[in-house]
């Protein structure tokens, strides 16, 4: 029994280019960056609506954070986008000092997170983004499931005051969450009920969760998947909730274990609830060339890895 | 204001910050000594800065209205917080705080400890000068005419952000921005042009499409021409650069011509010796 059902598959990307040109209308404070990758960021629509709020930066992202984070002085909110690797890893020091530091309100958005970028290989495949920026002092960290999602996301960090790194990819994904969704920072949506194992996923891997959890309960057990769209500020309340039903927990991100969502929750468990837990994610290792989907099955990101790693768990209770 | 006041205060800054690092021996009193006839000039004459009725000085972190100021070259913190001071946005006698335990004077400078004149941190080399940039077209959106100033150190023109935001400016028409760069050829390795030579810089960044002009920056009246002749080409379609030629140490004999004051405090007797060379000319702190 199909437990969540869609009509088409999108970009998470795309999600983000329609929340611009939402912004583009209605936010008339928001000012968009790009480092050379307007149509990979789809941020046509904005341009072509507010062209006056847009700058190309060329292929210089320091240059475009440090000046992100001087246009928030006069009351603007910049997003700057590129792709992750080169939006976070790249420049770093530029986010530590200028931003974060500074605490600069400025957005950066990034597009090709992970393995799913496939064909460029480990160059572009960054999977240590989320622990680079959730290791900041007062970054928010948010990785969205899918095209509806994304899009209401990126509407929504333009009210938060404060750094925010939005996370998002480029193969088209299931589009199951609602169009007319709000959005709510640090808010962990519960997707699907159950008592036997929890499954806390982000990114690309909820909808493999959801996969998995119908596979589960064919036989027998009953998963519970909850759609951690901020990794920070963590939604410890709902996760804490939820083990303490089920008594065992498995992560799924597309990022190292290193860093990721299952550190976070990891660390906040070991502290205030011990529970088994095991971790779907890439385990130290650089991504390679592929087709998504075969380097999701390769690194073990799919639903049959979330599967053998939720039976797995139970059997440690 | 006239040359000869601004010199009065130079003087006083400059035992600030020979007090200021000998009081926490630490810190880097050579360049902070080399941009204080500059800062002062900024601060106390060229700058429009908000005032309120009264005409003191009123900080808020946008600065929307009002000069900006950008501090690339952070080390050189002891500066900017006694021209903050003097100038009157927070009290002089938090000068004696600095980069001590639970200070807002932190080593380097910060907006984090919400220290009223700073808007970013510095002293990650290379960052300021896109910093200011952005500043400036924030302010072209919001239709505010005012300038934004940014220094940066001869030294720090090693780091690439610096030629990624060189080439970003003339290209964008950011022509609401003065920028300096302290020529004092040295950095703590040893010379520029040793450690990493700049060549010409002048025709680097001409080629860039910057308005490039050079001055004394130890001279109070070519600062105060220069800086008249800079304003007079803002709004001209390029952003202007000042190469500002100085000396580490400049006020203190046995500080000049020689990189070893980069990041040294002095000691009991030196410091003695030094403020011998600097009259006292608005009460120290």
Redesign the interface.
Known sequence: MALFTYETKKDTRSGFGAGMEYLSQHNPKV?ALCADLIGSLKLEGFIKNSP??F?Q??I?E??M????????????I?YATTFANFGTGRVY??I???VA????NVKICCSHAGLTLGEDGATHQILEDIGLMKMLPGMVVINPCDYNQTKAATIAIADYEGPVYLRFGRPVVPVFTPEDQKFEIGKALNLVEGTDVTILATGHLVWEAIQAAEALLEKGIKAEVINIHTIKPLDVQAILASVKKTGCVVTAEEHQYNGGLGDSVAQYLAMNHPTPMEFVGVNDSFGESGKPAELMEKYGLNAEAIVAKAIRVMARK | MQTQEIQKISSQVRRDILRMVHGCQSGHPGGSLGCTDLLVDLFFSTMNLKTDAAGKVVFD????NED?F?LSNGHISPLIYSVLARRGYFPTAELATFRKIDTRLQGHP???EHLEGI??????L??????????????K??G?KSTVYCLMGDGEQNE??VW??A??AP??KVDNLIAFIDENGQQIDGPTEKVMSNRDLEAKYKAFGWNVMRMDGNNAEDIKNTLNKAKAELGKGSPIMIIMKTEMGAGVDFMMYSHKWHGVAPNDQQLQDALAQLEETLGDY
Request: glycine letters at 16%.
């Open positions: 000012v006056e709020r700058f930066t060329g210089a320091a240059n954070i440090g000046i992100s984070a001087g246009l928030t002085l006069g009351g603007f910049p020091d530029q530590r000092q200028s530091y500074s605490g600069k | 972190m946008d600065g929307t900006l950008f910060t907006p984090h808007r970013i941190a510095s002293g990650s290379g960052q300021g000068l896109s910093v200011a940039i952005g500043a400036a077209q924030a302010k959106l919001n505010d690439g952000q990624e935001a080439m970003y290209h964008h």
